[in-house]
């Protein structure tokens, strides 16, 4: 019993403010990676063949390849987890994971019928999703006594305007994902491709995630907490920016909203790593 109690970090005798990644959290981690590997694979490689590889038909190709971004950036995150040391600089992205999981299961309630119920992919699909709506806040809620939330000399400081910069952002996505998730036939009349009711919504799921994201890096004033963070939002926009040029063909040229996701991903990404980068030089 307590081993399985210092398994869960709820042994207080054997808990210790060091910022420790528990053990139940690699072990999370080092499932999730080769599952979501999977998942990249199949939606950013064969884009086209999600009625016989998936756990529901998507179309166009654009909607699993940006997906397939996403479970690809999830599978180096939970790489990071399982092999990393610090719970401080894995932790921003959890409450994250939360909310996108909770989109999840919602999506899959409301459109059960669209999905493929005779797929092995569906059943994947749902027991993950009915488990992590409450695991991932579970653990980020267990692992995160362990944070001692004392700064390190040598960490440089996220200036204050980054914060509140970031924070405003990430509110304005997550309220906006939010209120659409409930009117999706907004984001299909005006999205820069085609999008069903259930695809706008998995869309929104992401945005979500990154929405909060964003917004937890306001109440953290550590650079490094935030390291793994960039490094997860370039790889995953290059991700999707590069899978955008495959699919060009998806997109409305004549919807301003197709050069504004273009740009609007394209000036994020040189922002945050330049600033990211200006913010580690002495000379800050």
Sequence with gaps: MSQLRRFLGIDEQALTREDQVLPVTRWVGRILVPVLAVAAVILYGFPDRTTEL???TIRPDMTPILMGAGYGVGAYFFYRVATHNHWHEVALIF??????TWFMLLATLLHWENFNHDHVTFWIWVFIYVVAPFLVPAIWLLNRRTDPRVQNRKDPSLPKIVRQLSGLTGLLITGTAIVL?????????YWPWDVSPLTARILLGWFALFGVVNLAVAFESRLSAVQIVVQT?????GLVLLGAGLAWN?????????WGFIGGFVIYLVVIVSVFYK??????
């Design 54 to 56: 998936f756990a529901w």
């Design 250 to 258: 998806d997109f409305d040229v004549t919807n301003p909203l197709t």
């Design 279 to 284: 913010i580690r030089s002495p000379k800050w």
């Design 181 to 189: 998730f409930f009117f999706p036939s907004v984001l299909i009349a």
């Design 95 to 100: 409450p994250g994971i939360s909310v996108f």
């Design 233 to 237: 939002q370039v790889i995953g926009f």
